[in-house]
């Protein structure tokens, strides 16, 4: 594993010169998300990010994949049983397929796969956020784009260090094509990145 000083990058300047800055994340959906896109999400929770995209965007294909087993702390729609039914009852008008499992094992199952819109908000760690990443670029079509949840150091919420921004920056600084396209703030600090390959 790569120890912690020598992960740290910060992203070359070049890499941000047409970076559009969004005040939230679902102002940002129409600007970086392709039109009608072949959508991934990697952590899908309650399936509300994607039903921004639906709105938004009208994917032609949805692929959510998530480990449907956490219970819905906050508003109690599901249990950690009914959870992957809870978004499959959600989008039964949609083209959705559910992916079940832990993105370290089932994602790379998807490999030869081509997506215009990957969204990445499974874990937070540095070998989560690396893995995803790093699968997510090799399944990404020419234009698309990958948007990066929780890019930030800490959560307020969850009151637990994220290892989200070093994990990008690593792969901007060993991916020399990959550019920012859009950054937006989010609220308690909560940002997303988004990058593409030019
Ligand atoms: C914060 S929620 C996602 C929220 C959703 N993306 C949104 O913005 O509306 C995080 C989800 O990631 C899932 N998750 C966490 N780690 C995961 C992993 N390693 N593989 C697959 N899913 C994971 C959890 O089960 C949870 O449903």
Not at 123 to 146: R, T
């Given at each position: 594993m790569t120890n912690s000083i020598d992960r740290f990058k910060h992203i070359d300047n070049h890499k941000l010169k047409d970076t559009k800055v969004f005040g939230d994340r679902f102002y940002a959906i129409e600007y970086v998300v392709p039109n009608n896109p072949r959508y991934l999400e990697v952590g899908v929770g309650d399936g509300h990010y994607s039903e921004h995209i639906v709105q938004y965007k009208s994917p032609k294909v949805m692929h959510l994949l998530d480990r449907?087993?956490?219970?819905?702390?906050?508003?109690?729609?599901?249990t950690k049983d009914t959870h992957e039914d809870f978004i499959k009852e959600k989008f039964k008008d949609q083209n959705v397929t559910t992916i079940k499992g832990d993105s370290k094992q089932?994602?790379?199952?998807?490999?030869n796969n081509q997506y215009d819109y990957i969204y990445l908000d499974a874990g937070h760690d540095f070998d989560s956020v690396s893995n995803d990443l790093n699968l997510a670029a090799k399944m990404l079509a020419p234009n698309g784009v990958i948007g990066i949840n929780?890019?930030?150091?800490?959560?307020?919420?969850?009151?637990e260090e994220y290892e989200v921004v070093e994990a990008v920056n690593l792969f901007l600084f060993n991916n020399p094509g990959w550019i920012v396209v859009g950054y937006q703030l989010g609220h308690r600090g909560y940002a997303d990145i988004y990058i593409k390959l030019v």
């Amino acid at each position: 594993m790569t120890n912690s000083i020598d992960r740290f990058k910060h992203i070359d300047n070049h890499k941000l010169k047409d970076t559009k800055v969004f005040g939230d994340r679902f102002y940002a959906i129409e600007y970086v998300v392709p039109n009608n896109p072949r959508y991934l999400e990697v952590g899908v929770g309650d399936g509300h990010y994607s039903e921004h995209i639906v709105q938004y965007k009208s994917p032609k294909v949805m692929h959510l994949l998530d480990r449907y087993d956490s219970p819905d702390y906050i508003y109690g729609k599901y249990t950690k049983d009914t959870h992957e039914d809870f978004i499959k009852e959600k989008f039964k008008d949609q083209n959705v397929t559910t992916i079940k499992g832990d993105s370290k094992q089932v994602l790379e199952s998807l490999i030869n796969n081509q997506y215009d819109y990957i969204y990445l908000d499974a874990g937070h760690d540095f070998d989560s956020v690396s893995n995803d990443l790093n699968l997510a670029a090799k399944m990404l079509a020419p234009n698309g784009v990958i948007g990066i949840n929780d890019y930030t150091y800490f959560s307020p919420i969850d009151k637990e260090e994220y290892e989200v921004v070093e994990a990008v920056n690593l792969f901007l600084f060993n991916n020399p094509g990959w550019i920012v396209v859009g950054y937006q703030l989010g609220h308690r600090g909560y940002a997303d990145i988004y990058i593409k390959l030019v």
